[in-house]
C-alpha cells in the first residue's frame, strides 16, 4: 500500500517556463512534507519542506503547496533551469507518531530543455 | 568534505558472501539510518537509530543487520548476500531536536550481488 504517491514517472519543460511536480498521500496523520533532489551518482537533496499548518511555502525559484483536504501537495519550480534536470522524490511524515520515518514516493524525473 | 560519507562507492559480489557497507558522518547528529532504493522505486528504511545504544528495525530489515560503532559510524552488513540485495544503498542522518524531519543523505553505495 503505497502511502505517498508520484503518479507521474517523468516531466519534461523548457527552460524558463514553469515546472509543477505533484505528489498525492493518503495517510491522514502526515503532518510533514518534504521535497528531495536527486542528481545521478550522488545522494537525495533537501529542498523544501512544509508543515500542515501552513498551505504554502516558498524559497527561491521554488514553492510548495499543500492542499490537505485533498491530501495533495505539488513543488512549483519557476522559471525552470536546465540545472534542474534530476529526479524529485516527495517524502512525508507523522510527527506525532513514528517520527523517525519518512515515507518516499517514487520519484518523479524532470527533464529541463534548453 | 562531504558531511555524510559512504564506503565502498560500488561493489560487486557473490551470493552468500558477507557485505559490510559503512557510514561515517561528520554533522554531529544522533539519528543515523540505512536506506535502500530499486530502481523505479523510492526509498524504502531498513534500520535506524536515535543514538548509540538505539537500533530499530525499518520496513526491509530482514536479511540485514546494522552496528552502531559510535555516533558518528553506522554499518550495514548482509550476513549472506543475495541477487534480490542488489540495489542503491542510502545512508542518512538527522538531527535530534528541531527539525529531525530533515534528513542528509550520503552518497550512496551501489550494489550487485551476482
Known amino acids: 500500500d503505497q502511502q505517498v504517491k508520484q503518479n507521474s514517472p517523468s516531466l519534461s519543460v523548457q527552460e524558463g517556463r514553469i515546472s509543477i511536480l505533484n505528489c498525492d498521500y493518503t495517510n491522514s496523520m502526515f503532518d510533514y512534507f518534504l521535497w528531495y533532489k536527486k542528481y545521478p551518482a550522488e545522494g537525495p537533496t533537501f529542498l523544501i519542506s512544509?508543515?500542515?499548518?501552513?498551505d504554502k511555502n516558498e524559497d527561491g525559484r521554488f514553492t510548495v503547496f499543500l492542499n490537505k483536504s485533498a491530501k495533495h501537495l505539488s513543488l512549483h519550480i519557476v522559471p525552470s533551469q536546465p540545472g534542474d534536470s534530476a529526479v524529485y522524490f516527495c517524502a512525508a511524515s507523522d510527527s506525532g507518531g513514528s517520527n523517525y520515518k519518512l515515507t518516499f514516493g517514487k520519484g518523479t524525473l524532470l527533464t529541463v530543455n534548453p | 568534505d562531504a558531511d555524510v560519507t559512504q564506503t565502498p562507492r560500488n561493489r560487486i559480489t557473490k551470493t552468500g558472501k558477507r557485505i559490510m557497507l559503512e557510514c561515517s558522518q561528520t554533522?554531529?547528529?544522533?539519528?543515523m539510518y540505512w536506506y535502500r532504493q530499486d530502481p523505479g522505486l523510492g526509498l524504502q528504511l531498513i534500520y535506524y537509530s536515535f543514538d548509540v545504544k538505539d537500533i530499530n528495525k525499518g520496513e526491509i530489515s530482514d536479511g540485514y543487520s546494522v552496528s552502531r560503532q559510535a555516533q558518528a559510524k553506522f554499518s550495514l552488513s548482509l550476513e549472506s548476500a543475495i541477487p534480490n540485495q542488489t540495489a542503491l544503498y542510502f545512508c542518512a542522518t538527522s538531527q535530534n531536536g528541531g527539525n529531525y524531519n530533515e534528513q542528509f543523505f550520503g552518497p550512496g553505495t551501489r550494489l550487485t550481488v551476482l
Open positions: 512544509i508543515s500542515s499548518i501552513k
Open positions: 554533522k554531529g547528529h544522533d539519528r
